[in-house]
């Protein structure tokens, strides 16, 4: 069979790749996406989950990045609203804190000064009594100074992704999840295309690109490995752990920022959902991204820090649900360099120099300025390539949408917050069929219709793609557990499966979830990895 042809292929299906794919295929070229596990499923779903400009990125005099940064952020708070939310932060100053006051206070100035139209107030200042008042969780003892200032949070990440994805699909792309490159094809110097597999099928197939680009974050060097070619090595990783506690309603009501008191780090406690999240270390990590885990010392030390700052709240270990970590794509540094002063900014590495060519790789890059990032590979790619040379691959047609949705005003308000503009295409299948209007747990808002438009519209092909990165539903309290089954049920009427595929698919999203995350017992402890089989009986019961 003769291999499809393209004239971009993208390996990485994260928020760089999506956004790159979104960039490119709007110009009109031929675009295959390939990502080796889902979209968003890397270091993109283990984000804090902040837009924002990189105030800290001011000490190290980038003040070029926090403007860009800065831009991007209004940018997505205007035209995503419904991900992409404003947030307060309260930043805190105690004696003996690394930082004065009037060096916050001139900091904050600058940031605003460089955020233009801005959306949100700018930064202002508390007493102690204010601030008692404001945010009664936050300590006042030997308090220095308070201020609030104002960045943003995408709840969710992964549909970010995901939108991206949606624009560059509706321009022609085609994006394969779960698909794993096992070779970049070199021929005389120059990369001809790429062999790579099915993960869940095992399916074999081989592509034919004019320029590929290696998009996979934390992975890029691995797939640079896939050339059969000694490559210079591109990512000097770092480790961020976050946990998501719950608080029981008693959590600050505003983002908290404060210095660490062991490592004089920034430390954040954040609204997300129905909990919090504490985050984030910064830790080198040349292991596989694929296995990355928050240590015990990890989970510890956050732990200490929030209860320091927040200590009417009694955070402790039993208020944790669970760890999660990913891996920052970061440019290699020398070994002398401090972590928080590796650069944040992305680069786009031309291979030609080494020996390949219409082989690049981008490095580095975030949340906030991928559509931006996108933008530059795609004028990386007409410098490259040329103008594209076809039309891109036909769209396929969206779903026909129904103007009577019978869906309770909760129901209809959670749609907007997860979908935005495309609510009309999920009600639609609760339209057709009232079955898919139930939600999939008495624990969840989430409903029947957005398991079926997941896989229809948006690739799932596994409990988890649906659970923890279409829907925030595995994310939360009782990490999709109840969910599991009603999900698989509704999976396996549109993907064909057997029941016994439908029990093997929530075993698999069990298992994920120890993968993924550490899990905490409600004792505060770290359950030992062979109480996975608790979970995996109780899925096939």
Do not use: C
């Not at 779903?399 to 909760?410: M, Q, Y």
């Amino acid at each position: 069979m003769a291999a499809a042809s393209y004239d971009v292929i993208i390996i990485g299906g994260g928020i760089n790749g999506a956004a790159t794919a979104a960039s490119v295929a709007a110009r009109g070229y031929r675009t295959l996406v390939l990502e080796q596990d889902d979209f968003a499923s890397g270091t993109t779903s283990a984000s804090t989950k902040l837009i924002h400009g990189g105030l800290r990125y001011l000490e190290t005099g980038d003040a070029r990045l926090v403007h860009e940064s800065l831009q991007s952020r209004e940018r997505l708070l205007r035209e995503r609203p419904h991900l992409v939310r404003p947030m307060g932060f309260i930043l805190p100053v105690y004696e003996g804190d690394p930082r004065p006051s009037w060096y916050i206070r001139s900091g904050l100035a600058l940031y605003d000064l460089l955020s233009p139209r801005k959306v949100s107030p700018w930064h202002s200042s508390f007493s102690e009594r204010e601030l008692q008042r404001f945010e009664p969780s936050v300590s006042t003892d030997n308090l220095k100074a308070a201020y609030l200032y104002h960045d943003a949070q995408v709840w969710s990440p992964e549909r970010l992704t995901l939108e991206y994805l949606a624009e560059a699909r509706a321009s022609g792309a085609d994006l394969r999840n779960h698909a794993a490159v096992d070779y970049i094809i070199v021929d005389g110097g120059i990369a001809r295309g790429v062999d790579f597999h099915d993960v869940l099928t095992g399916r074999r197939s081989t592509a034919s690109g004019r320029l590929v680009i290696n998009a996979a974050g934390p992975w890029v060097d691995a797939v640079l490995d896939a050339t059969g070619r000694s490559l210079r090595r591109r990512i000097g990783g770092t480790r961020g752990s976050h946990l998501v506690v719950d608080l029981n309603g008693r959590g600050p009501k505003h983002a908290v920022l404060a210095s660490a008191k062991s490592d004089a780090r920034p430390m954040f406690v954040t609204p997300w959902l129905d909990h919090h999240i504490i985050g984030t270390t910064d830790v080198r990590d040349d292991d596989d991204p694929s296995d990355v885990r928050a240590a015990g010392w990890e989970i510890d030390y956050l732990v200490a820090e929030a209860a320091r700052v927040l200590p009417g709240l009694g955070i402790e270990h039993r208020n944790v649900l669970y760890a999660y970590s990913g891996v920052r794509p970061l440019a290699r540094a020398g070994e002398g360099v401090f972590e928080g002063a590796i650069s944040r900014r992305s680069i786009i590495a031309d291979h030609a120099t080494e020996g390949v060519e219409r082989l690049v790789s981008v490095v580095g890059g975030k949340l906030t300025t991928a559509a931006e990032l996108g933008s530059k590979v795609a004028e990386s790619v007409a410098q490259q390539i040329g103008r594209p040379r076809a039309r891109g691959i036909a769209a396929l047609p969206e779903t026909p949408t129904s103007r009577t949705v019978f869906l309770p005003p909760e129901t209809q308000e959670h749609l907007r917050s997860v979908y935005g503009p495309r609510v009309p295409e999920v009600a639609a299948y609760a339209a057709s069929d009232g079955s898919l209007a139930r939600p999939i747990s008495e624990m969840h808002r989430d409903i029947g219709a957005q398991v079926a438009y997941a896989v229809d519209h948006e690739g799932a092909r596994t409990v988890a793609d649906v659970l923890l990165r279409r829907t925030a539903v595995g994310l939360t309290k009782d990490l999709g557990r109840s969910a599991a089954r009603p999900t698989a049920s509704i999976m396996a009427s549109r993907l064909g499966w057997s029941e016994e595929m439908q029990q093997q698919a929530v075993r698999d999203y069990f298992a994920e979830l120890h993968r993924r995350f550490v899990i905490m017992d409600p004792s505060g402890s770290i359950p030992p990895a062979e109480n996975l089989t608790d979970d995996v009986d109780e899925a096939g019961s």
